[in-house]
């Protein structure tokens, strides 16, 4: 069984990462939140983007189910379904916000990804163990997401792509990484930012389980080139020549 608490000690060592990283899964019938140690249900309705905060902040387990979550939270988590009339609903609302025209509400309501259908939801933190999870979020910082990224690409590289929908970041980070199996780095958006308290300066990013390990190796290797987080500044008036040539020697 993978070590998450060991991965997760290596990953906050590298980036000096402030909140948990998440485990996030999805379950196929609500009954199966009963099993699993400490977890913290509700009797109300949330944002999802509520919970990962609760999680990565406050080291809880939380389960959700689809009585928990709006109908545009359930959607893309999985916990209800997308109907013809559904779409039309959150189109209609968006035209007063974030869209000039319904058509324009309807072409997001109908591009981004969703989880496959589930009845509930679990998120802890990773170091728990408490599950293995379909997917890891971590928050961070654009240096420390961006070393990260870097420590996937040392080895096996490959050029990474990231999508933006607007407003329901989830569906960029969360649901992208679900069902495509690679990595999806999201800019969390206004719903995020004001009920689940995520910071200017945090953007997130959302990792298949099994790349969490490469990952890891990566930072190790790239720590080992002197290429760490924090980053030093060098500053703009001075001579790069020396700084560059500790790097590049060969040049």
Same mark, same amino acid.
């Given at each position: 069984?993978?070590?998450?608490?060991?991965?997760?000690?290596?990953?906050?060592?590298?980036?000096? =990462? *402030?909140?948990? #990283?998440? +485990?996030?899964? &999805?379950?196929?019938?609500?009954?199966? !939140?009963?099993?699993?140690?400490?977890?913290?249900?509700?009797?109300?309705?949330?944002?999802?983007?509520?919970?990962?905060?609760?999680?990565?902040?406050?080291?809880?387990?939380?389960?959700?189910?689809?009585?928990?979550?709006?109908?545009?939270?359930?959607?893309?988590?999985?916990?209800?379904?997308?109907?013809?009339?559904?779409?039309?609903?959150?189109?209609?609302?968006?035209?007063?916000?974030?869209?000039?025209?319904?058509?324009?509400?309807?072409?997001?309501?109908?591009?981004?990804?969703?989880?496959?259908?589930?009845?509930? =939801? *679990?998120?802890? #933190?990773? +170091?728990?163990? &408490?599950?293995?999870?379909?997917?890891? !979020?971590?928050?961070?910082?654009?240096?420390?997401?961006?070393?990260?990224?870097?420590?996937?690409?040392?080895?096996?590289?490959?050029?990474?792509?990231?999508?933006?929908?607007?407003?329901?970041?989830?569906?960029?980070?969360?649901?992208?990484?679900?069902?495509?199996?690679?990595?999806?780095?999201?800019?969390?958006?206004?719903?995020?930012?004001?009920?689940?308290?995520?910071?200017?300066?945090?953007?997130?990013?959302?990792?298949?389980?099994?790349?969490?390990?490469?990952?890891?190796?990566?930072?190790?290797?790239?720590?080992?080139?002197?290429?760490?987080?924090?980053?030093?500044?060098?500053?703009?008036?001075?001579?790069?020549?020396?700084?560059?040539?500790?790097?590049?020697?060969?040049?």
């Amino acid at each position: 069984m993978t070590n998450w608490a060991e991965l997760t000690q290596q990953l906050e060592r590298f980036l000096r =990462l *402030v909140t948990y #990283p998440i +485990a996030y899964k &999805k379950l196929e019938k609500a009954e199966e !939140l009963e099993k699993i140690a400490g977890v913290r249900r509700f009797d109300r309705r949330l944002t999802f983007c509520q919970v990962p905060t609760l999680v990565r902040r406050g080291g809880w387990t939380i389960g959700v189910t689809r009585n928990n979550l709006s109908e545009r939270c359930a959607r893309i988590n999985g916990l209800a379904a997308t109907t013809d009339n559904a779409v039309a609903r959150e189109a209609e609302d968006f035209t007063t916000t974030w869209f000039s025209t319904l058509e324009d509400a309807r072409k997001q309501m109908t591009t981004y990804p969703l989880v496959p259908p589930g009845e509930a =939801l *679990v998120l802890a #933190p990773l +170091a728990s163990g &408490k599950f293995d999870p379909d997917v890891v !979020l971590i928050y961070g910082n654009p240096a420390q997401l961006m070393l990260l990224m870097n420590a996937l690409q040392f080895r096996d590289y490959e050029r990474f792509q990231f999508h933006f929908i607007g407003e329901g970041a989830c569906a960029d980070g969360l649901a992208q990484c679900y069902t495509s199996g690679k990595p999806a780095l999201a800019i969390p958006c206004l719903g995020e930012r004001r009920f689940g308290g995520v910071t200017d300066e945090e953007i997130v990013l959302a990792l298949p389980p099994g790349m969490i390990e490469k990952a890891v190796e990566g930072l190790q290797s790239l720590w080992k080139r002197g290429l760490r987080y924090p980053i030093m500044y060098f500053g703009p008036e001075n001579d790069p020549s020396s700084a560059l040539s500790r790097v590049y020697p060969r040049r």
